[in-house]
């Protein structure tokens, strides 16, 4: 167990709708990044977020948004869903300490748009 | 763009017997990951390689880094079936910021 957690675990969302996923971070960690997973590929960045500011984004449209709480537990946000965007929802969290910095991933949010 | 390529993408070897998976990056980085997926399940972290030349092992399981050759290399002695998963390394490029898979390599370890 990483101490990362997301809920839900499982989620059925029709095309056009709006999701949230949480995450709470392991315990003492300041940074949170969230990747997507299609099935049969590798995660793939979507963004990070450092002291509430996201701190990077990968190649993903402004439908996806995200937050991050003072506790450091953080939301993804997707608006307008597609089909497209049924994959497993990673979040991990790190602690930013400058060179060695490990990212631990929680269980993971499968979503599915119908 | 950087590509992080993995190589077998599958990979069926019957117990007892040895491998290795390749992972080739195409942009500076002395920091690897190797990670291992169980089906439905996230990301366990298994090494972390943080310099040229790094080498760590864990039971059946030894990674190295090579980042003159942008090369990763993850060895496997000695299969067994507990073994079978998908392994992703991940390349960090951005100081923790920003870490970029390969595409897996999916193990079946047979009797």
């Known amino acids: 167990e990483t101490g990362v957690t997301q809920s839900p675990t499982h989620l059925i969302k029709t095309r056009g709708q709006q999701v949230t996923l949480r995450c709470s971070s392991q315990?003492?960690?300041?940074?949170v990044s969230w990747y997507q997973q299609a099935l049969g590929q590798g995660p793939q960045f979507i963004f990070q977020?450092?002291?509430?500011?996201?701190?990077g984004r990968g190649n993903f449209p402004p439908r996806f948004s995200g937050l991050q709480f003072p506790n450091y537990s953080s939301e993804l946000n997707v608006n307008a869903l597609e089909l497209d965007d049924s994959a497993l929802y990673l979040c991990?969290?790190?602690?930013?300490?400058?060179?060695?910095?490990?990212?631990?991933f929680g269980q993971g949010t499968r979503l599915t748009v119908v | 763009e950087l590509k992080v390529e993995q190589n077998p993408l599958f990979l069926s070897m019957q117990e007892g017997k040895n491998y290795t998976i390749y992972c080739n990056y195409s942009t500076t980085s002395d920091r690897l990951y190797w990670y291992r997926q169980d089906p439905g399940k996230s990301l366990e972290s298994l090494f972390v390689?943080?310099?040229?030349?790094a080498v760590k092992q864990e039971g059946r399981l030894m990674a190295s880094l090579d980042t003159k050759a942008r090369l990763s290399t993850l060895h496997i002695t000695a299969a067994v079936h507990d073994l079978s998963a998908t392994y992703f390394c991940?390349?960090?490029?951005?100081?923790?910021?920003?870490?970029?898979f390969g595409k897996g390599t999916s193990l079946l370890v047979t009797p």
């Open positions: 390689l943080l310099s040229n030349g």
């Open positions: 991990a969290s790190s602690l930013d300490e400058g060179y060695n910095t490990e990212a631990f």
């Open positions: 315990s003492g960690h300041n940074t």
């Open positions: 991940a390349v960090d490029v951005n100081s923790g910021y920003e870490l970029n």
């Open positions: 977020y450092y002291r509430e500011e996201e701190n």
